[in-house]
């Protein structure tokens, strides 16, 4: 198994794509990418803390490549917003790349090399060494399963 995190917007609805996703083992969605310890949704909803709403993936690469990973990241979110995904503002909401492995960022970087070839908007996602994730409170996991109505 492998551990991809990735950083797009809200999390609710970018963990219900990929819980669906066949070889994802596991997702979970927390916090990454910032200074504060052990944060909570209200200090991160702020955008004060550096982290960003992520997911976390586990995944079975003999059924789900990284790469696909990837492709279904960049297609469920806008990587040409800067601190923005819709109407959520700041930074908490970036794009982001957290790799755990040279390979990920090998294949990371590639990927968005063939986007920008094939798109007229921008790629803002940032690609960085995946350092900690924080789970989020339990009422975040599959909130949108849970709220469907």
């Not at 083992?25 to 909570?40: D, E, W």
């Not at 960049?74 to 601190?83: G, K, L, T, V």
């Not at 994730?133 to 109505?149: L, V």
Request: with cysteine; aromatic share 16%.
């Amino acid at each position: 198994m492998e551990i991809a995190t990735f950083a797009g917007g809200c999390f609710w609805h970018i963990q219900t794509v990929f819980s669906k996703v066949p070889g994802v083992i596991s997702t979970v969605v927390g916090y990454s990418g910032g200074y504060i310890h052990n944060p909570t949704y209200e200090q991160v909803r702020t955008g004060t803390t550096g982290h960003a709403e992520s997911i976390q993936v586990v995944f079975n690469p003999h059924i789900v490549t990284y790469a696909k990973l990837l492709e279904i990241f960049f297609s469920n979110h806008d990587s040409s917003q800067i601190n923005q995904q819709g109407p959520d503002i700041g930074s908490q909401y970036r794009s982001v790349i957290f790799y755990h492995n040279i390979y990920q960022w090998q294949i990371a970087i590639s990927y968005i090399q063939q986007l920008r070839m094939f798109r007229m908007l921008p790629i803002v996602t940032q690609i960085v060494p995946f350092q900690v994730f924080y789970p989020a409170e339990t009422y975040h996991q599959f909130y949108e399963a849970k709220h469907q109505n």
